[in-house]
C-alpha cells in the first residue's frame, strides 16, 4: 500500500498517526512496512553492520537479502505486538533488525 500526499493529510488520530492496535485501512501498510519506521525500536543499544555487495554477483546479493529480510527484519505490526507483549507481559522482543540499502544500492 502506497500513501499518497493526501493520505499524509489526513492520517487517523486528528493527527497522532496510526495506532497499530486499531489500524482501519492502514493494516495491510502496516504488516507490509519495515519496523523502526513509525517509531524507534525502544531498545538501549545499537549495533550497526556495514556491507558491500560485489557488482558481479547480483544475484547472489539479492537472494542473501531476502533471506536476512524473511529471517530478521519485523515488520512495523510486529514491531507494535512486540511493545505490546513487552509492556503488559515484560516479555522481551529479541533481537530488532532493520535493513537499508544506499542510494545506489
Known amino acids: 500500500m502506497t500513501l499518497t500526499d493526501e493520505d499524509l ?3 487517523p488520530g486528528n493527527g497522532e498517526g496510526i495506532d497499530p492496535d486499531n489500524p482501519g485501512q492502514y ?3 502496516l504488516e507490509d512496512l519495515q519496523g523502526n519506521i513509525l517509531n524507534s525500536h525502544g ?3 545499537s549495533v550497526y553492520l556495514f556491507l558491500q555487495f560485489k557488482p558481479d554477483r547480483t544475484d547472489m ?3 542473501w537479502i531476502r533471506d536476512f529480510a524473511q529471517k ?3 515488520s512495523a ?3 507494535a505486538d ?3 507483549c513487552y509492556r ?3 516479555i522481551n522482543g529479541g533481537v530488532f533488525s532493520n535493513f537499508f540499502l544506499s542510494r545506489k544500492g
Open 72 to 74: 530478521y527484519v519485523k
Open 61 to 63: 546479493a539479492k537472494q
Open 43 to 45: 531498545r538501549d543499544y
Open 27 to 29: 493494516e495491510e501498510l
Open 9 to 11: 493529510q489526513n492520517l
Open 82 to 84: 512486540s511493545a505490546r
Open 77 to 79: 505490526k510486529q514491531q
Open 88 to 90: 503488559e507481559q515484560c
